[in-house]
């Protein structure tokens, strides 16, 4: 019978031999101590407040583009006044200039209600309510970094405080002609892929009514003859 040797063969002697690479593992760093990283902080100084407890900057005005106005209103005072300094530091960490807060007019509304109906309704109590204004206006600021303050201030808006924006936004010379033609074309579009607009078909079926009218006239005339 005939045998197959599967076994491998002996390794002769100009075969290279093949060693395994010896791995080293990294020696683990001591943690820095207490006063290594005492050290690499700033040094603290107690007598000096946070900088968000300081009364914010205002930037100079280099260029005099407004961009945007902001409205705030309250029935609450110092919630008006805290909402405003925090919108002021968030406006100074972006670099946008702000002019200083106005003070607009402050509304009063008076409430009488009565106390209680029936026999007690002489009885009538009186009730007052301000509304507290503040406007400041936005210059020299690109739009999307006035979308992104605009936006943290939306996120972060306190309760109590109602906030309204007017934005001003360039243009180039010719944007009014060249939008008016742009509407045309897709009023004249949607014209011919929807069909005769309403105006259309009521004239229409207006003139085929004024045809059938005309048709029966002259039919009882012909008759009568």
Partial sequence: MYHENLTNPAPSDNAPTLEAPTLEAPTPEAPPSSSEIAEQRFPHDPTVPPKSLLRPGVLDVKHTYPVALLHLRSYYHPNLE?????????????????????????????????????????????????????????????????????????????????????????????????????????????????GPSVGEQVRAIGEKIIQQETEAANKALGTKA
Avoid at 93 to 116: E, G, W, Y
Avoid at 133 to 139: E, L, Q
Avoid at 140 to 168: A, C, F, K, Q, S
């Fill in 82 to 194: 805290f909402f405003l300094h925090f919108a002021y530091h968030a406006a100074l960490a972006l670099n946008i200039p702000l002019s200083h807060p106005a003070r607009l007019p402050t509304t009063r509304s008076l409430f009488t209600v009565p106390k209680a109906p029936f026999i007690f309704k002489k009885a009538q109590e009186n009730f007052e309510r301000k509304t507290h204004k503040r406007a400041v206006k936005v210059w020299d600021t690109h739009p999307d970094v006035l979308n992104i303050w605009l936006r943290y201030l939306e996120e972060h808006m306190m309760p109590g405080v109602g906030m309204r924006v007017v934005r001003w936004e360039r243009c180039v010379v010719g944007i009014g002609e060249a939008r008016l033609k742009e509407v045309g074309g897709v009023l004249r579009n949607a014209s011919t892929v929807v």
